[in-house]
């Protein structure tokens, strides 16, 4: 079975200061993983996706995520947050064949 | 390129009447669309999913004949909502993938539905 955890139900960051959300996850085999963002009343938008390729991945909006199979861990990172960036991240996970398992969701705050 | 919109965007409807979703992608064929519901502050919930051409198979605890989902071509699938209560209220987002696209989905902007 695949399942994903969120560590933090919501984080809040000031401008201009790195981002951190962590994402683990559980799964039988090699999984597919993706970071997706909802901005409030809108669907989702990819941000990036890891599929067994490079173990950093950079998506868009300077964000970044790195799969670390040891620790069974995905977390998306960007460096210095934008005001823009408020907005619900979710972890997802999938196996071959199988369905998305979304992640609960993860609320980034922003602060001036 | 990988775009999927959503008609309409809100609708607020009377308890007993039915409401059709429409999910389209715009510039890809979508072999496979999803339906998901999405309650205040939590994630998504997989209603349904159906393949171009074939009957949706729902999730456990979905009621087919509520949520009726029709994915008559490559662009175009609907969720009809049909003797919509209350609870039925909620976010309801699709998804769409294509034979390009290989596991990765896009998803539409969303419909809020109100059932009064």
């Known amino acids: 079975a695949q399942s994903v955890t969120q560590l933090d139900s919501h984080v809040s960051v000031s401008e201009g200061t790195p981002v951190l959300l962590r994402c683990n996850y559980s799964s039988s085999y090699s999984p597919s993983l993706f970071w997706y963002v909802q901005h409030p009343n809108k669907g989702l938008q990819l941000l990036l996706k890891?599929?067994?390729?490079?173990?950093l991945v950079k998506g868009i909006n300077g964000f970044e995520a790195e799969f670390k199979k040891s620790e069974t861990s995905f977390h998306l990172t960007k460096p210095s947050a934008h005001m823009s960036d408020a907005a619900e991240y979710f972890c997802v996970v999938r196996n071959y064949g199988q369905n998305f398992v979304f992640g609960p969701g993860t609320r980034l705050s922003v602060l001036p | 390129g990988a775009v999927v919109s959503q008609h309409p965007s809100w609708v607020i409807c009377k308890s007993g009447t039915s409401v059709k979703i429409e999910c389209r992608s715009l510039?890809?064929?979508?072999?496979?669309m999803f339906w998901y519901r999405q309650f205040p502050k939590q994630s998504l919930m997989l209603m349904a999913t159906?393949?171009?051409?074939?009957?949706?198979?729902?999730e456990q605890g979905v009621e087919k004949d509520k949520f009726l989902i029709n994915h008559a071509s490559l662009t175009l699938s609907t969720l009809t909502v049909t003797s919509a209560h209350p609870e039925d209220s909620s976010f309801y987002i699709c998804?769409?993938?294509?034979?390009?696209?290989?596991?990765?989905?896009?998803f539409g902007p969303g419909t809020r539905l109100l059932v009064l």
């Open positions: 510039d890809f064929q979508a072999t496979t």
């Open positions: 890891y599929t067994s390729a490079a173990t």
């Open positions: 159906s393949n171009e051409g074939s009957k949706a198979t729902y």
């Open positions: 998804s769409a993938r294509g034979q390009l696209s290989g596991e990765t989905q896009y």
